[in-house]
Each structure stands twice: as C-alpha cells, then as structure tokens.
Antibody
Framework: QVQLQESGPGLVKPSETLSLTCTVSGGSISGYYWNWIRQPPGKGLEWIGYIYSSGTAKYNPSLKSRVTLSMDMSEKQFSLKLNSVTAADTAVYYC?????????????WGQGTLVTVSS | QTVVTQEPSLTVSPGGTVTLTCASSTGAVTSGYYPNWFQQKPGQAPRALIYSTSNKHSWTPARFSGSLLGGKAALTLSGVQPEDEAEYYCLLYSGGVQVFGGGTKLTVL
C-alpha cells in the first residue's frame, strides 16, 4: 500500500521560504508524477505543481515564479520550496501521486500538513 | 488561466439521485480534459473517485459514475447514502496544467 507523508515547519514568517518534504513508502517513486496541492482554511483545492521521477517539473502559472520542486530518488522523497510567502500562502499542503500524465489519477494522497504564515 | 466552475451546493434526499457538473471557462469539456472527481470529508484528505471522465478506482462505490453531459463533466450519484455528504471537487487538465474546480458541497437531507 502506497503511503505519502508530508513533513516540515508548521509556521513560516512572511517573506521567508516555505519548505516541505513528502516521503513515499510502500511503492516505487520511479515512473510517476509527484504533486503538491494546497487548501487554504475553509477554501478549495489549488494545484501547485508536479515533478516527474526524471526530474521534469510543471508548475501552476500563478505560482511559477515562487515555486521550486525537487526530488531525492535515493530517499524516496520529493520537496516543495515556496519563497516570499505571505499570509495568503497559509494552507494545508498535500502531496499526491499522479499515476500517469493526464489520463491517470491522483490516486494516493498524504494526510496534509498545515502551514501558517505569520510573524 | 482556465477557470473551472462547479455548483457551490446541492441537496439530495437519501436514496435519491444527484448530478454534479464541472464546466470550463475555455469552452466545452471533452474527454481531452481528462476530468477527475474527488470526495473530501471534513478534516480528511481528498479521495479520488473518478479519473479520465468515467474510470473508477477499486475503492469507488458503484453508485458513483462519471460522464460528459451538455459540454460539462458530470458526476452522478445514484441511491445516495448519508455517508456521501461531503465536498466534491473536479479537476481538469488544460494547457498542460491541472485546474481544480471550486467544489460542490453536497448535503444529504
């Protein structure tokens, strides 16, 4: 059974960089698209981006200038960095696996981690 | 950027049938948008129900079905159960990126 677990600081100061890691267990990290999705409190879902196991990444155009995704195959982890954060970046951040590009499914999700941006 | 629109809220009686829809600001939704549907209950991560318009996961109850209807993606629940009360999100692929709809709050009453 594939499991994903987000980890990282729950509190980030405005203008600083939000950094999260997702650890994959129970399955291969190769051959899949690994996604980050966020949900502000009480609001809907927003796709942030994905990174393929080859290292190719695609980002939400609205966040592209501030986001970097990376992958550590040996540790079976992928990471999110979002710089210059503001209160608007306060959200539950989820990592999720996309089984195949476009025709596949975001079939496995982490439980989510709340990140609050506040001084 | 594409805007994906869903009904903000719907109410259905137990045992009834309800259809949720998902529209794109760029025009008719086709199979090339690979519509996905997710269910989210309070305090939980979203759970995938339908992918690529109408494909189900092994865990998707048979009463859930996906289709294209009148230029939109559609999720139909037949024989609604009380445990189906949740928020439902659609996801479309558009221009190489993924876009979520705003969600539909489904109340079973």
């Amino acid at each position: 059974q594939v499991q994903l677990q987000e980890s990282g600081p729950g509190l980030v100061k405005p203008s600083e960089t939000l950094s999260l890691t997702c650890t994959v267990s129970g399955g291969s990290i190769s051959g899949y698209y690994w996604n980050w999705i966020r949900q502000p409190p009480g609001k809907g879902l927003e796709w942030i981006g994905y990174i393929y196991s080859s290292g190719t990444a695609k980002y939400n155009p609205s966040l592209k200038s501030r986001v970097t995704l990376s992958m550590d195959m040996s540790e079976k982890q992928f990471s999110l960095k979002l710089n210059s954060v503001t209160a608007a970046d306060t959200a539950v951040y989820y990592c999720a696996r996309l089984s195949a590009y476009a025709s596949g499914s975001l079939d496995y999700w982490g439980q989510g981690t709340l990140v609050t941006v506040s001084s | 950027q594409t805007v994906v629109t869903q009904e903000p809220s719907l109410t259905v009686s137990p045992g009834g049938t309800v259809t949720l829809t998902c529209a794109s600001s760029t025009g008719a939704v086709t199979s090339g948008y690979y519509p996905n549907w997710f269910q989210q209950k309070p305090g939980q991560a979203p759970r995938a129900l339908i992918y690529s318009t109408s494909n189900k996961h092994s865990w998707t109850p048979a009463r859930f079905s996906g289709s294209l209807l009148g230029g939109k993606a559609a999720l139909t629940l037949s024989g609604v159960q009380p445990e189906d009360e949740a928020e439902y999100y659609c996801l479309l692929y558009s221009g190489g990126v993924q876009v979520f709809g705003g969600g539909t709050k489904l109340t079973v009453l």
